[in-house]
């Protein structure tokens, strides 16, 4: 079986390389091909395999039936062309109901129902819409073309999201896999140390400064609390940190993986394809607002240090910076050839990415200590593979589900009608169109991956925030940040229930200080709606650090105002006060 998951996993990871340098497959024959890929590790490889026999068994019909269906497409590609987005007979019509279906299962079975639950009522919306009175029913489409142009051109499963799926995000997570396979954890950890280590509260602040660093590289919230978290957790309480704020300090820390660039999960390369902007824009765009979002968990932090009186770590602890020398190349090489690459030359993302994964392998010849070792490579290259595969076929399930729901929403309408139903609702009125908003991500987020929530919310909350006179970059962003609310907000709270696991301590305590320590994911978008300066870092880098500066400091006292100091309870909320009107008045 090692054999056959690494075979599967050489294949997947070169497959995408190919296709970077390539740049001559069709769509119709590179996005079947990733889907294909997918079904194997979903339904056959471990990633998404049922734990029945009698699941296992249908996984293995509904998988080879998506995966000839797939190899149709592909091997069917100019024919289909020709017909416009309209299916032809049984045999097509059978290909395309199996399609949907493989896609909805592969989504149910890598990352739960709710997903392919919204995309089935969307499904059954675009159907049966036409019977729908008023203005949320459609005029209806023959099922041949409705079919049609989700399973034969571009304008679902094989559309635009699956495209940069293929393209650029694939391409990302090699990345990723293969620095994590290496000593980068080990170079995190020590320059985290060194650098905050010696700080009241330390063991936290490693925490804190560990998780930017490995948010860097990872994008998923999940996997930056548990596996930084196995390190840092135990530590705190060993320095006597209560287990539920060691778990809090974690869980908030590593949620910001996601809108730390330059990676920033899936999301960030979805935005770019929807707002046709390029990839470093929006990267650059997001920097200061994500360096804020860790200024604010630094600052709760600060103050629960003052409130349990929790010191620094003691000087036999620190690494001393020889160490750090000996590590951060780990992950300061490639990371440095991804943002020269992005930066300083003419080459696209998708070659700035193979190039930081090619340094990244080359890498894993090393030791922690710097020796080298064949064995180690070997043995390190291939968990590199087999994880990166895993992720591709994961994040592959959600985008191609979600272009299910991105194409009949095109296709009927339906995103314009609940835009203006929420226009309606609000009045037109800003803060409104924002609250509702919020609350429309939070919930989606509470079931959805954070791309899956963003994709969603944004195709129906998105034109109202520009409606009401956000400009889009701001609207997306605004979006994207909400739905990750769900990582440390009850009753969901991801990211809370692997770190109190860890912690060995009750999840909603942890869920409680996680929402205090947490508020710079509250608080910061509104900070750029209400400063837009603050994401004018690549235009006017100067207003840029002004609002930067404004927003920090009402962040600081939002958190003294939240958590505050035992027999100072009189001054929380004037901090409060005062936090709230340096970030809504007076914008920058």
Not at 66 to 82: P, V
Not at 151 to 172: A, P
Request: glycine share 12%; net charge positive; charged share 10%.
């Amino acid at each position: 079986m090692r054999w056959v998951l690494l075979g599967f996993a050489f294949l997947t990871v070169g497959f995408h390389l190919y296709i970077a340098f390539s740049g001559l497959v069709p769509n119709l024959v590179s996005r079947p091909m990733h889907m294909a890929l997918a079904v194997v590790w979903i339904f056959f490889l471990g990633a998404g395999t049922a734990k029945t026999a009698t699941g296992r068994w249908l996984g293995g019909l509904i998988g080879a039936a998506g995966l000839l269906s797939c190899a149709y497409i592909m091997l069917d590609r100019e024919e289909l062309i020709r017909q416009y987005g309209a299916l032809e007979g049984s045999l097509q019509m059978a290909m395309a109901l199996i399609l949907l279906l493989t896609v909805l299962e592969m989504a149910r079975r890598a990352i739960k129902a709710v997903l392919p639950t919204v995309a089935m009522i969307v499904l059954l919306y675009g159907y049966f819409g036409e019977y729908i009175p008023g203005k949320f029913g459609h005029a209806g489409m023959p099922p041949d073309y409705f079919l049609g142009t989700l399973t034969i051109t571009e304008g679902g499963l094989w559309g635009s999201l699956t495209g940069i799926s293929v393209t650029t995000i694939s391409l990302f997570i090699i990345v990723g896999a293969f620095i994590s396979a290496g000593q980068a954890g080990a170079g995190f950890m020590a320059f985290s140390t060194q650098v905050a280590g010696r700080l009241r509260a330390g063991a936290a602040k490693v925490a804190v400064v560990s998780s930017a660093l490995y948010g860097t590289i990872s994008g998923v919230a999940a996997a930056n609390t548990a596996s930084t978290g196995m390190v840092t957790i135990p530590a705190m309480k060993k320095r006597g940190y209560p287990p539920q704020l060691a778990g809090a300090v974690e869980a908030v820390a590593s949620t910001g993986g996601q809108i730390m660039p330059p990676v920033m999960g899936a999301g960030i390369f979805v935005m770019a394809e929807l707002l046709r902007m390029p990839y470093t824009d929006i990267m650059v765009a997001a920097t200061l607002p994500a360096f804020l979002f860790f200024v604010a968990a630094w600052a709760g932090v600060h103050v629960f240090a003052l409130r349990y009186d929790l010191q620094a770590l003691p000087r036999e602890l620190m690494p001393g910076w020889l160490r750090v020398a000996q590590t951060v190349p780990f992950f300061l090489v490639p990371f440095g050839i991804l943002i020269g690459a992005l930066a300083f030359t003419d080459y696209t993302i998708s070659f700035a990415a193979v190039f930081a994964a090619a340094a990244a392998w080359v890498l894993l010849f090393f030791n922690e200590d710097g020796s080298l070792s064949i064995t180690g490579w070997l043995k390190r290259t291939e968990i590199a593979l087999v994880s990166a595969a895993k992720q591709i076929a994961v994040i592959a399930s959600i985008i191609i589900c979600a272009g299910i729901i991105v194409g009949v929403f095109n296709m009927t309408g339906l995103g314009v009608k609940l835009t203006s139903t929420i226009l309606s609702a609000s009045g037109g009125q800003l803060w409104a169109v924002l609250l509702l908003t919020a609350l429309a991500s939070l919930i989606l987020g509470m079931e959805l991956p954070t791309t899956a929530a963003y994709i969603i919310c944004v195709a129906v909350a998105g034109p109202a925030l520009v409606e009401a006179g956000v400009p889009e970059l701001y609207a997306h962003l605004f979006v994207f940040w909400y739905a990750l609310l769900c990582t440390i907000t009850p009753p969901v709270c991801g990211n809370v229930f692997i770190a109190a696991g860890i912690a060995e301590t009750p999840w909603l305590p942890v869920a409680g200080k996680a929402m205090l320590l947490g508020l710079g994911l509250f608080l910061v978008p509104l900070g750029f709606i209400f400063n837009p300066g603050l994401l004018q870092l690549g235009v006017d880098p100067l207003t840029a650090f002004a609002a930067t500066l404004k927003v920090g400091i009402a962040l600081m006292f939002c958190s003294y105002g939240a958590i505050g100091q035992p027999g100072r309870a009189w001054l929380r909320p004037f901090a409060l006060a005062i936090g709230l009107a340096l970030l809504f008045l007076w914008g920058i």
